[in-house]
């Protein structure tokens, strides 16, 4: 009997930003796998198991996350965010794509979370008010050269780009020259934004110019977004500051 494999995303960490899709398909599952500070996050039944892993260990907990449905279980793989974003909904993909033909069989039903960028951009105002893209930092997946050479691109292609997995104690360099390599292309006043935590108890949201962004701001649980030449920052007496990016672009084609 084949099973069912729910892959969700619990938001940022803020309960309140788990859709109540995903908090229905907790209380379906049985079998629950993810890292273990995601899996803390749910409440689970004494019925519940849950199989905690290391974070770098994603493609190992897919399969055995798809072997518990291919044999029956109600399974649900548990990301930060959303599961689609630099987690595991491409995971448990990849293992289908390489892994045994019943693997194809498990219902699978990806539900979408609130990822991180959405929550940070939210803190601060509309700074993914027009277009943007994301950019995973971590060159544990993929060269070095890529990240440098799709940075530039899209800077100099006037996305705003929001940076995931910024810096870690194994990779403590690649924030810094990021924003060396962006200091080239973009004004020394683009507003930069570190959004740490975001809808978390210890968050912690700073704006920084450009030519003044200190990489020793981020952490790992930081989304770090980088405004396009048209963001803006609104200072307002006794709030924060806004910070957006506008929808439109002066030209030819309005
Ligand atoms: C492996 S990625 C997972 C992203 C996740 N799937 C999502 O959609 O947000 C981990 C990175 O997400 C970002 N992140 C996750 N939670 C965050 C939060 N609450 N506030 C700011 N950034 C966060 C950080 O850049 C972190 O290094």
């Not at 974003?85 to 219902?107: Q, T």
């Not at 080239?184 to 570190?194: H, S």
Request: hydrophobic share 45%; with cysteine; proline share 7%.
């Amino acid at each position: 009997m084949t099973g069912k494999l729910f892959v969700i995303g619990t938001g940022p960490g803020n309960p309140d930003q788990m859709t109540p899709e995903a908090a229905d398909a907790v209380s379906q599952a049985t079998e629950f796998y993810g890292y273990g500070p995601y899996l803390d996050r749910l409440h689970l039944r004494s019925d519940q198991r849950r199989q905690a892993s290391d974070n770098r260990e994603e493609l190992d907990r897919a399969a055995a996350a798809l072997h518990a449905a291919a044999t029956g279980a109600t399974v649900c793989v548990v990301s930060g965010g959303d599961p689609g974003i630099f987690a595991m909904a491409a995971a448990v993909c990849e293992a289908i794509d390489s892994g045994p033909e019943e693997w194809r069989a498990v219902d699978l039903v990806v539900l979408p979370g609130i990822t991180a960028m959405l929550a940070v951009a939210a803190r601060i105002g509309a700074p993914l008010g027009h277009d943007f893209c994301a950019i995973s930092l971590s060159d544990n997946l993929k060269p070095w050269n890529i990240i440098e050479n799709r940075l530039s691109t899209a800077a100099k292609a006037g996305f705003v780009i929001a940076l995931y997995n910024p810096i870690s104690k194994a990779r403590p360099w690649q924030l810094g020259k990021a924003f060396e390599l962006l200091r080239l292309v973009l004004p020394a006043t683009t507003p930069v934004i570190f959004g740490r935590a975001a809808g978390r108890p210890d968050e912690r949201i700073t704006i920084q110019p450009l030519h003044e962004a200190d990489a020793a701001t981020a952490d790992m649980a930081t989304c770090v977004i980088i405004g396009s030449p048209e963001t803006k920052v609104i200072a307002r007496d006794g709030k924060p500051d806004l910070v957006y990016t506008p929808r439109f672009i002066a030209g030819e084609n309005r």
